[in-house]
Structures are given as structure tokens and as C-alpha cells.
């Protein structure tokens, strides 16, 4: 049994894989001088032990530019899902997916592929009307309960809208990113590198935040 997979958690994933309906695919992006880089490797490998339903992609930073032009990111290493056509979903992982946050991960490969979590039309309307680019990052430690609902509501939103990425962020390891905005608990929403709002918060919250900034 893996170091990152317990019994039960493998045989839940399993489960959830089995249930995709379309194609998803994991692209890492990693960089040698980080830590978390071989972290990483080392997960994703084991994941795909797991199941080789969801291939998995791995470069070095530098190693192929039109991968990282995709995801778009200045933070690395990071795990980025793709969609069946090759394009970025927008969600991403800044971080090693455990802990807590194992649910986001498959969550996320669940949202992206289909058949995905179900919402209210009226929620699906309104991430509908989501016209103009939006940047998500979510700041998180591992040991912190509420912080994969908010991973999870944020990334659901981004599987289903073309316009938004959310991406979650392990400050643990990023801590610049705690003192570039002065974070001082989790989680935390922080909106195109400007805006920033504590606390848990469920999906219609979060539209109605990503709402008043249009």
C-alpha cells in the first residue's frame, strides 16, 4: 500500500473513476530547485498505480513551453488537470493533494471529466454569466478542515466555467504568497491577486463574490 493511499481511500478512488463519463488527464509542471517537486512526482506515481484511466503527464520547468503556456502559471511546481482536448480546466494544485485535501483532487478529476457534481439550474445559470477572465488562488494548510470545501466549491466552479481558474495553494509551502497578502489564517480567497476574503465559504457565496467584482 502507498505512503499517500490508505485501503479505504484507494478503493473510494477507484470508485470514482470508474464513474467518468468523459476524458481528463494530469499535466505536472515541476521545478528542481523546489522540494515538493519530487513530492509530487512521487504522488502522482503512486496515483497512477492506482488507475491508468486518468493518464499523467510530467515535465521539468523549461522542458516543454507550450505545456506551461496552457496553464499560465508564475508559481511552480504545479499539477494541473486538462481537459479530453488537451485544454487547461483551470484547476490546479499548487501543493501535494493529501490530507484533506485527496477529496479536492478527486473532486476535481470527478468535475472535470463528467458527470461532475450536480448543482441547481439556477446556479448553473449564474456561473454561466461569467463573461471575463477570473483568477481564483486559495490559500491552505493541510491540517485545516474547512479549507477543501472552499478548494472544492472554487474548483467546481472553474471545471464548469471556461472563464475562471482556481488554483489551490499549500502555504505551508508557498510562504511568500502569505506575506504578499498578509494572510493570517485559512482559508482564504484571493480573487486576480487583489481581493481577499477569509473564511468558508459554500458555491453561491463565492459567485456572489466573484459577482461584485465585474
Not at 476524458?23 to 522540494?35: G, I, K, P, T, Y
Amino acid at each position: 500500500m502507498s505512503n499517500y493511499f490508505d485501503e479505504k481511500s484507494s478503493e473510494q478512488i477507484k470508485q470514482v473513476i470508474e464513474c467518468l463519463t468523459g476524458e481528463v488527464s494530469v499535466l505536472a509542471v515541476l521545478e528542481r530547485e523546489h522540494e515538493l517537486s519530487e513530492k509530487i512526482r512521487k504522488f502522482l506515481n503512486a496515483f497512477h498505480e492506482l488507475t491508468e484511466r486518468v493518464p499523467i503527464v510530467i515535465f521539468e520547468k523549461g522542458e516543454n513551453s507550450d505545456a506551461e503556456e496552457k496553464v499560465g502559471t508564475d508559481i511552480y511546481p504545479v499539477i494541473a488537470l486538462m481537459r479530453g482536448d488537451g485544454t487547461y480546466s483551470g484547476v490546479s494544485f499548487h501543493g501535494l493533494p493529501v490530507g484533506h485535501e485527496l477529496e479536492s483532487f478527486v473532486l476535481a478529476i470527478y468535475n472535470v471529466a463528467g458527470p461532475g457534481q450536480p448543482i441547481s439550474d439556477e446556479t448553473s445559470k449564474r456561473i454561466n454569466k461569467i463573461d471575463k477572465t477570473v483568477d481564483i488562488k486559495i490559500g491552505v494548510n493541510l491540517t485545516c478542515t474547512m479549507c477543501p470545501n472552499v478548494v472544492q466549491t472554487c474548483q467546481h466552479i472553474a471545471a464548469l466555467s471556461s472563464n475562471v481558474s482556481a488554483a489551490m495553494i499549500d502555504l505551508g509551502r508557498f510562504p511568500e504568497m502569505r506575506k504578499q497578502h498578509r494572510i493570517m489564517s485559512v482559508p482564504v480567497i484571493i480573487i486576480d491577486n487583489e481581493k481577499t476574503i477569509f473564511g468558508n465559504k459554500n458555491i453561491e457565496e463565492v459567485l456572489d463574490i466573484l459577482m461584485q467584482t465585474e
